[in-house]
T-cell receptor, first 114, second 115 residues
Framework: AQTVTQSQPEMSVQEAETVTLSCTYDTSESDYYLFWYKQPPSRQMILVIRQEAYKQQNATENRFSVNFQKAAKSFSLKISDSQLGDAAMYFC???????????FGKGTKLTVNP | DTGVSQDPRHKITKRGQNVTFRCDPI?????LYWYRQTLGQGPEFLTY????????KSRLLSDRFSAERPKGSFSTLEIQRTEQGDSAMYLCASSLPGTGGDGYTFGSGTRLTVV
């Protein structure tokens, strides 16, 4: 079965500093997509960044970037210049099958300290 | 379009009662998904529709659960004879096919508490 593992239940970072959240996954599929979602206490799942597995170039979205290591099945998220509004649960996810349903990790709770 | 809408936001029910949740996806999205999220966990896939056809169901979806998407628009998820273990957040998401999840949009969820 496809699995996504987030080994850091909680992380903290000082405002304006950089933090990296880890994610590893296991899939037998050759074509898949990887995501980081943010879920604040308001509970809406918000897409942070998306990576297409067939693309070697790491995705970036403003202060958010990923380090995608396909052979190692690793997909870490780097948040630069952390802001108080970045505090939330972060979930790593991978598509599975033709339905492109998502398989999620258990999440990392990020705290941003002023 | 205001995104994916879910109703109600909160539902408290007594054990044994039936409950029904509604999801209105983004209008041009023909794929619709239901997920369940328990406290401290990531969402888990329940079921998937393409238009009105329910194409995939998780083993998590016991006989007490049923989902429909008549006319390929809104969807309902019904839980019969609720149990305390059904307490969770039920999330709906919609997307376009073949986009690798591009445009995959979640609703705010329905939080179910079974007492």
């Amino acid at each position: 079965a496809q699995t996504v593992t987030q080994s850091q239940p909680e992380m903290s970072v000082q405002e304006a500093e950089t933090v990296t959240l880890s994610c590893t996954y296991d899939t037998s599929e050759s074509d898949y997509y990887l995501f980081w979602y943010k879920q604040p206490p308001s509970r809406q799942m918000i897409l942070v960044i998306r990576q297409e597995a067939y693309k070697q170039q790491n995705a970036t979205e403003n202060r958010f970037s990923v380090n995608f290591q396909k052979a190692a099945k690793s997909f870490s998220l780097k948040i630069s210049d952390s802001q108080l509004g970045d505090a939330a649960m972060y979930f790593c996810a991978c598509t599975q099958g033709g339905s492109e349903k998502l398989v999620f990790g258990k999440g990392t709770k990020l705290t941003v300290n002023p | 379009d205001t995104g994916v809408s879910q109703d109600p936001r909160h539902k408290i029910t007594k054990r044994g009662q039936n409950v029904t949740f509604r999801c209105d996806p983004i209008s041009e999205h023909n794929r619709l998904y239901w997920y369940r999220q328990t406290l401290g966990q990531g969402p888990e896939f329940l079921t998937y529709f393409q238009n009105e056809a329910q194409l995939e169901k998780s083993r998590l979806l016991s006989d007490r659960f049923s989902a429909e998407r008549p006319k390929g628009s809104f969807s309902t998820l019904e839980i019969q004879r609720t149990e305390q273990g059904d307490s969770a957040m039920y999330l709906c998401a919609s997307s376009l096919p073949g986009t690798g999840g591009d445009g995959y949009t979640f609703g705010s969820g329905t939080r179910l508490t079974v007492v």
